[in-house]
Structures are given as C-alpha cells and as structure tokens.
C-alpha cells in the first residue's frame, strides 16, 4: 500500500539557519503530496502541496519539488525563525487508496534563538 | 465556515467510562476522517467515511472503539469502556470529494486522558 517515509527528528536549529526535511514516499500510480505543518497545542494545517512530477509548492518561505524519478518531496526553506518551531508532516494522497491520506511519522523542528 | 469542529477540547475519564468524541466537518464535504496521535505511534489513522459510510475502518484498534456519522455534518467516536492506553490526542478532518489535490481540514483535537 501507498507509504510516506520522513527524517527521523527531532531536529533543532538556531535562527537564519537552513532547514531540511527529507520526506520519500511509495504509491502506485500518481499521488497528490503534501506536508502540513502542527503548532504547539494545535490541529495539523496544511502548508503546501504538489500534485504532479516536477511542481513546486511554496508557502510562507517552504519549499518541496515533488521529485517522481527519486519519488521524494523534501521540504526546505533557507532562513528559519523561532516561530517555525512546530512539527512537519509529509503526506500523499491517491487514487490507488481511494483517496485516503497517508501520513509520514511527523519531524519535530525546535528553533532557537 | 468555522472549519471542523471538535468537542469537547479536552476530556478526562476514569478508566472503563464511555467517552463520546464530536466532530462537525465543513459543510459540503464528503470525506471525513478520524486520526489519533501519541508520542509511540504518531498520527494513526482510525477510519474514514464517504459520503456518511464507513469505507475504512481497518485502523480502529479494538471492539471498544466505534465510529458513525448519522448525516452529512456530524460524526462521533466512542470508546467504551475505556482505558488509559487510549489516552492521546484525537482529530477529525473533512476534505471534498477528490480530485487528487484536495487538502484534508483538521481540527483543533480533542485530548483524552484515561486515567
């Protein structure tokens, strides 16, 4: 069955730094994917998404290029704030699972200042 | 819209009590989904109904957990008895009919303490 493999956290970084992280998935056919972002004492809440080989989603300075031939979505983004602190998630919907959302193990991201 | 709604936000029971979790989703959406997260297993999903029927409820740890949604705007979950292994934080999300890039909307959760 379709699967999302996500960097094991916890990942902690001071401000200004560069993050990354690497979020690869298993899906037959053509999966929408996306990575949605959780603040503390929150519910999840999407931060962008790709739906076809080689688009880019982008929101709030995130980055993640849906990559087919290395089936891979990283996230990125080149300059951190305190206020990134939060848990990622990198997820993948398809037609192949009538739709239903998988979700990776969530990357715990802690920024200092 | 108000986005999914959840209650209660918090909830703390004695072990082998009933608890009732509430979901309302957005208005027109057709899917709606129950996930449970803990710091062991993460974000689990437990079932997910289309159009008011359960289509997937292989997630659903034991008999003591069920899950109905009797029309299109609320659905509940219920543990009965319960134990403090079930302690954890429960979501409801709600999405569109698919169309592959239609995003699931959470809400806020509603925490559970067994004790």
């Known amino acids: 069955g379709d699967s999302v493999t996500q960097m094991e956290g916890p990942v902690t970084l001071s401000e200004e730094a560069f993050l990354t992280i690497n979020c690869t998935y298993t899906a037959t056919g053509y999966p929408s994917l996306f990575w949605y972002v959780q603040y503390p004492g929150e519910g999840l809440q999407l931060l962008l998404k790709a739906t076809k080989a080689d688009d880019k989603g982008s929101n709030k300075g995130f980055e993640a290029t849906y990559r087919k031939e290395t089936t891979s979505f990283h996230l990125e983004k080149g300059s951190v704030q305190v206020s990134d602190s939060a848990v990622y998630f990198c997820?993948?919907?398809?037609?192949?699972?009538?739709?239903?959302?998988?979700f990776g193990a969530g990357t715990t991201v802690t920024v200092r200042a | 819209d108000a986005g999914v709604i959840q209650s209660p936000r918090h909830e703390v029971t004695e072990m082998g009590q009933e608890v009732t979790l509430r979901c309302k989703p957005i208005?027109?959406?057709?899917?709606l989904f129950w996930y449970r997260q803990t710091m062991m297993r993460g974000l689990e999903l437990l079932i997910y109904f289309n159009n008011n029927v359960p289509i997937d409820d292989s997630g659903m740890p034991e008999d003591r957990f069920s899950a109905k949604m009797p029309n299109a705007s609320f659905s509940t979950l219920k543990i009965q008895p319960s134990e403090p292994r079930d302690s954890a934080v429960y979501f409801c999300?709600?999405?569109?009919?698919?169309?592959?890039?239609?995003?699931?909307?959470f809400g806020q959760g509603t925490r559970l303490t067994v004790v």
């Open positions: 997820a993948l919907r398809s037609t192949s699972n009538d739709y239903k959302l998988s």
């Open positions: 999300a709600s999405s569109l009919v698919p169309v592959m890039n239609t995003e699931a909307f």
């Open positions: 208005s027109g959406h057709d899917y």
